[in-house]
């Protein structure tokens, strides 16, 4: 089970340096950064995402389940502002953008490793 979190952390670190590579708006120092940033993240996403995801259920059937990724960009923008300068996402347009090829790219990686694994 901790190896599973390590991988998966280290796969959205990967995420977030490809979205921090593709635009401006988002900014990265480094790979430690974005390992830092996964694991917060991570634990975000143990303790306030489910809240946010309650809160915000009847939203949530009602767009069939894409306001996740507003839930999914709120997490990135409290992750940016634990990390202060260290990660910087300028504007929340920014977050959800990079919330949605987050997930996408998440999604894609973890299938890749999972085929390799079991391969």
């Known amino acids: 089970m901790l190896l599973r979190w390590l991988i998966s952390v280290f796969l959205n670190a990967v995420a977030l340096i ?13 790979f430690g950064t974005a390992l830092l ?6 634990i975000l996403n143990v303790i306030i995402k489910p809240i946010l995801v309650i809160l915000t259920l009847p939203i ?14 709120i997490t990135l923008m409290i992750t940016q502002a634990i990390m202060d300068e260290s990660f910087i ?20 990686l973890n299938k890749l490793v999972k085929d390799t694994v079991t391969s």
Do not use: H, R
């Open 60 to 73: 949530t059937i009602l767009t069939v389940g894409l306001f996740l990724f507003v839930i999914n960009a």
């Open 89 to 108: 996402i300028d504007g929340f347009g920014m977050a959800l953008g990079a919330a949605i090829i987050i997930s996408l790219l998440n999604l894609i």
């Open 18 to 30: 490809v979205v921090a590579q593709l635009f401006d708006s988002f900014q990265l120092e480094g």
């Open 37 to 42: 940033a996964s694991i917060i993240l991570g």
